[in-house]
């Protein structure tokens, strides 16, 4: 049979040569071969086999909506966003980005009745007021980053959306993301992504975050496995139209480096804290995403020892072919 294109589910990524974007679609194109994918982005280094490009700035609401009807969307993925650092560098645009992006999502997602959507939140949606342990579902959130408080909002305005006009709108609050295929993003979390990079590099490392800093964090098969199970959960298991709690594990900078240095024995990690550990220091230090295990089933499968072997493995495979 022949399956036109209005008769498949159409899939689009915004955002989609991020860290958290690249890696959605190539497991979209995995795991659902009969979705079509399109991908946006300022730019692209490569979109994956199957899925076609488009360049779109998100606050070009227009050329976005056009891309919306062209390929008659029926699931948008918007993950375009600058995170805390970048946010703090500029934080005027940062809010604009964040927050005007969303809106247009959102807008254009019930006009032309987009079916779901999905917006990462994240651990910076919590301020110095919240809990740093056990972090429940609804604790106090007073964020003291432009990029914490554009998720705060954000989070607040996917409720509103889907009280007000039933759009299935659906978010995490993704903790700190390890992940290898991309270069580190601009947030506060990276350290634990650079530090993998130089230890192979030149075997050391200069944290920017203080020994003992410890904050949640996920490797990116888990996070890409949060993000496809939440969107296909039936939408009677969504209990909470903000944003839920999902975690896998805490560390500190300098756990992390004694895991390492199981595998490479020479490494040698120092500390020089900068501005971003005035980030860190309003962060809470460990998640309970109970909420999320419960209502669709969250589990993680990577701890810190898994996390550390597969960075390593899969690094060192990259550079050695490259
Ligand atoms: N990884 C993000 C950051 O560090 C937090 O969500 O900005």
Known sequence: M?????????TLIIGSSGQLGSEIAAA??????GKT???????????PDG??????????????????????????????????????????FAWRLN?????NVLDLAVRHKVGRVFWPSSIAAFGPGTPRDWVPQLPVMDPRTVYGISKLSGELWCQYYFQRYGLDVRSLRYPGIISWRTPPGGGTTDYAVEIFHEALRCGSYTSFLQAHTRLPMMYI?????ATLELMQADAARISVRTSYNVTAMSFTPMELAEVIKLHLYDFRIDYREDFRQVIADTWPAVIDDQVA?????????????????EMLTNLATTRSSS
């Open 28 to 33: 979209i194109l995995n795991e659902y071969p």
């Open 293 to 309: 295990r419960t209502d669709w089933g969250w589990n993680h499968h990577y701890d810190l020892p898994a996390l550390v072997s």
């Open 2 to 10: 022949n399956i036109t294109q209005t008769e498949r589910p159409v």
């Open 99 to 103: 927050m005007e992006g969303l809106l």
């Open 37 to 47: 994918l399109v991908c946006c982005d300022l730019h692209t280094d490569s979109t």
């Open 51 to 92: 899925a076609e490009f488009e360049t779109l700035d998100v606050l070009d609401k227009s050329s976005l909506e056009a891309i919306i009807k062209r390929h008659q969307v029926r699931e948008i993925y918007h993950l375009a966003a600058l995170l805390s650092v970048k946010g703090e560098q500029n934080p005027l």
């Open 221 to 225: 098969d888990d996070a890409v496995r």
